[in-house]
Every structure is written in C-alpha cells, then in structure tokens.
C-alpha cells in the first residue's frame, strides 16, 4: 500500500505558486521527469506535500519593468482618442473596428489579429493598469490631455502569468493594448496584426 505522499508522486499530481499566481496540474511520470534547473526556474523549491509542492519564481517574472509605449501600426493615424470598438472573435483571430473622436471624428480603425492567445476587456476603471501606477503614452496636439489609444506593453506580467500557466507556449508573444474613453482592450498575439485599415466611418 502506497502511502498518500507516494501515490501523489506516482499520479504525478502537483501544485505551482508563481509570482502570486497559483494553479494545480497533473503530469503523468513526473516523479521521473521533473528537473528544476536555474535555467528554467529561479528561487526554486521542492516538497513533499501528498504529492510534489513547486514554489518557483519564473524566470518571465524578472526585475524587468513593465512600460506601456506608443504603438503605431500604420502611418497616419490620427492624433485623437477613440469613442468606441467593437470586437468578434473565431478560430483564434480576433477583428476589431474602433472608431476615433474629437479630432479624429469620422475615422474608423480595423484591426485583424490572428493567433491570438487570449484577450479581455475592462472598463474605464477596472483595468488593472490602475493599480499599477505606471504611466501611459498621451497625445499630442489639441487632445493632448488623453492617453494614446494604441499601446504595447514590454515586459507584461500578465503575458508573464499567461505564460506560467501554460508551460506549451514559446516566449515570443505580444500585449497590445486598444483604449477608448471608457473601455479598454487587451490582447495577447504570437505577432503583430495581420492586417491594419485606416477608412472613413
């Protein structure tokens, strides 16, 4: 008879803190196969716990500082905040049709992400940015006093936790970020659009 800590070592049943995030997972074999390494972890450890308890911290969660920077995908956009979006989603590739205000009224943005790994939005207020004290890229000209509504964002924690939870994914994605006046957008792309237009609304 197994004792409970050996049958959740066989089973291959584990649970992962990283970073404040948290997340159980099942890997057959994995009393055989798993070997933290500096190279993958840091602040590693390891204990028995019915099972296998990782406390890690990943290597995506580095002293790096998350910045939001302009994005400009295409030349020509205006220097103006966006009213509005709406957005449909199918076989990983989301499109997007935002529409500018003020300065920029009567222009609409399409935008057509493909491989998009995940995506959310939040209003005005519930955006984690909010918390985070970081500040963003304004515009220019007569609507100065409003932020960018396109941005990028080095260095993201929330791709980091992304991520960590998934271990499958290859270290080469994106955050873009769509803002409006009281939503904004986040998308997590394998690249940049696959298609960006500029029209009249």
Same mark, same amino acid.
């Given at each position: 008879?197994? #004792?409970?800590?050996?049958?959740?070592?066989?089973?291959?049943?584990?649970?992962?803190?990283?970073?404040?995030?948290?997340?159980?997972?099942?890997?057959?074999? &994995?009393? +055989?196969?798993?070997?933290?390494?500096?190279? +993958? =972890?840091?602040?590693? @450890?390891?204990?028995?716990?019915?099972?296998? *308890?990782?406390?890690?911290?990943?290597?995506?969660?580095?002293?790096?500082?998350?910045?939001?920077?302009?994005? %400009?995908?295409?030349?020509?956009? $205006?220097?103006? $905040?966006?009213?509005?979006?709406?957005?449909?989603?199918?076989?990983?590739?989301?499109?997007?049709?935002?529409?500018?205000?003020? @300065?920029?009224?009567?222009?609409?943005?399409?935008? %057509? =992400?493909? +491989?998009?790994?995940? =995506?959310?939005?939040?209003?005005?207020? #519930?955006?984690?940015?909010?918390?985070?004290?970081? #500040? &963003?890229?304004?515009?220019?000209?007569? +609507? *100065?006093?409003?932020?960018?509504?396109?941005?990028?964002?080095?260095?993201?924690?929330?791709?980091?936790?992304?991520?960590?939870?998934?271990?499958? &994914?290859?270290?080469?994605?994106?955050?873009?970020?769509? @803002?409006?006046?009281?939503?904004?957008?986040?998308?997590?792309? @394998?690249? $940049?659009?696959?298609?960006?237009? &500029?029209?009249?609304?």
């Amino acid at each position: 008879m197994l #004792s409970p800590r050996q049958q959740g070592r066989q089973a291959g049943f584990g649970h992962v803190s990283a970073g404040g995030w948290v997340a159980d997972w099942r890997i057959p074999g &994995l009393k +055989d196969a798993i070997r933290p390494s500096s190279a +993958d =972890f840091t602040g590693g @450890s390891l204990r028995p716990n019915c099972g296998i *308890h990782i406390s890690v911290q990943s290597t995506l969660m580095n002293n790096q500082s998350e910045q939001y920077k302009r994005w %400009e995908p295409i030349d020509g956009l $205006p220097e103006a $905040p966006m009213s509005g979006f709406d957005c449909s989603f199918a076989c990983g590739i989301l499109v997007l049709t935002a529409t500018y205000a003020s @300065s920029g009224e009567g222009r609409e943005l399409r935008v %057509e =992400f493909d +491989d998009v790994e995940a =995506f959310k939005v939040y209003a005005e207020f #519930s955006d984690p940015w909010m918390a985070t004290g970081l #500040s &963003l890229p304004s515009l220019t000209g007569v +609507d *100065h006093r409003w932020r960018c509504p396109l941005q990028e964002v080095i260095h993201s924690t929330w791709i980091a936790r992304v991520m960590s939870r998934n271990g499958g &994914l290859e270290p080469h994605w994106r955050h873009f970020v769509i @803002s409006t006046m009281d939503r904004t957008l986040h998308v997590m792309a @394998s690249g $940049p659009p696959r298609k960006v237009e &500029l029209g009249s609304a």
